[in-house]
């Protein structure tokens, strides 16, 4: 049985309800591409004309890509949302079985709800999954900001973190790769986050930074590859805005004006903080090192 405390465990399942369930699919099919990927799109410098579903599309291809899982057997994906990565990589790239890992009863009913044979998903917390099987690959987008909570020590929070990628190492074959991407402090300290995103919209959360990353993965996985595209958060979010604000009238039926506002503020609030760097966007590419040394 696990002894970590219950902080300890990151966002809890009332948490994640409060920014999913409570409000429900239509709210986020009103103002994210018809693939409902919640995550930050990759854009093409020069490419003025790219719409928010290619761009999305390219994200999802290119972590696939990282994590070296075209064609391969087992693929896992820790928090799954609803399920773009899952289907792109046995629609698109050839995998015989994806795995998600949610703590949202909302999106495990909507992957279940798919019926594709070669989709699985289990609701539970990472720290309780047990694979059948090694995966090949293992792919995360910006679950990772769950881990932890803000009120953990500096010490408990790494200690989550590292915890998090022994398992991944335990979980991959042997020299599997895995592809991360998470929202991290940029110029903004721990102490100094933002009261509003950590209790209004992402309750029982926090950030990592990328020496926190760095430190976790010390001696468990080589970091590959890691790139800041902070700048294509701030196209995705004015993007999700612009339709949120041309769906607002849809958008307030569905779940009222308080939330439209909360959102509202909250895209606002990301477009200002990625801009300046308060907050980073990594995605970062890792190899599974298979002899760690102690």
């Known amino acids: ?11 809890s399942a009332e948490a994640l309800q409060h920014h999913y369930c409570d409000i429900g699919n239509d709210f986020y099919h009103l103002w994210l591409d018809p693939t409902l990927t919640y995550s930050c799109a990759l854009w093409e410098k020069d490419e003025a004309s790219d719409d928010l579903e290619t761009a999305q599309m390219r994200k999802l291809d290119f972590h ?3 994590a070296k899982a075209k064609g391969a057997e087992r693929v896992l ?43 699985e998903v289990h609701l539970e917390h990472w720290m309780d999954h047990s694979p059948v099987a090694p995966y090949d690959g293992i792919i995360s987008l910006e679950a990772f ?11 408990e929070k790494l200690g989550v973190y590292r915890q998090f990628f022994s398992r991944c ?29 950590f209790t209004e919209v992402l309750p029982e959360s926090d950030l990592p930074s990328i020496a926190d990353i760095a430190k976790a993965t010390e001696r468990i996985f080589e970091i ?9 958060y701030v196209r995705t979010c004015k ?34 903080c990625f801009h ?19």
Request: aromatic share 8%; glycine share 8%; net charge positive.
């Open 1 to 11: 049985m696990n002894t970590l405390k219950t902080q300890n465990r990151g966002s």
């Open 64 to 66: 696939i890509a990282q």
């Open 239 to 272: 993007i999700w805005l612009s339709k949120l604000k041309a769906n607002r009238a849809a958008a307030v039926k569905l779940v009222g004006e308080e939330v439209v506002k909360r959102y509202e503020k909250y895209l606002n609030f990301s477009i200002i």
């Open 276 to 294: 300046v760097g308060t907050t980073d966007l990594l995605r970062i590419a890792l190899r599974r090192i298979d002899n760690p040394r102690q």
């Open 77 to 119: 994906d820790v928090g799954c949302g609803w399920g773009s990565v899952l289907r792109r990589l046995v629609d698109v790239h050839g995998v015989e079985r994806a795995v998600g890992i949610t703590m949202s009863e909302v999106h495990s009913k909507w992957i279940w709800g798919l019926n594709h044979p070669k989709l």
């Open 169 to 197: 190492h335990s979980w991959l074959k042997a020299g599997g790769w895995m592809s991360l991407q998470v929202i991290s402090y940029g110029n903004m300290r721990r102490e100094d986050a933002s009261e509003f995103i």
């Open 145 to 155: 900001e769950h881990f932890a909570r803000l009120e953990l020590s500096y010490e």
């Open 224 to 232: 590959v590859e890691l790139r800041n595209d902070r700048k294509d």
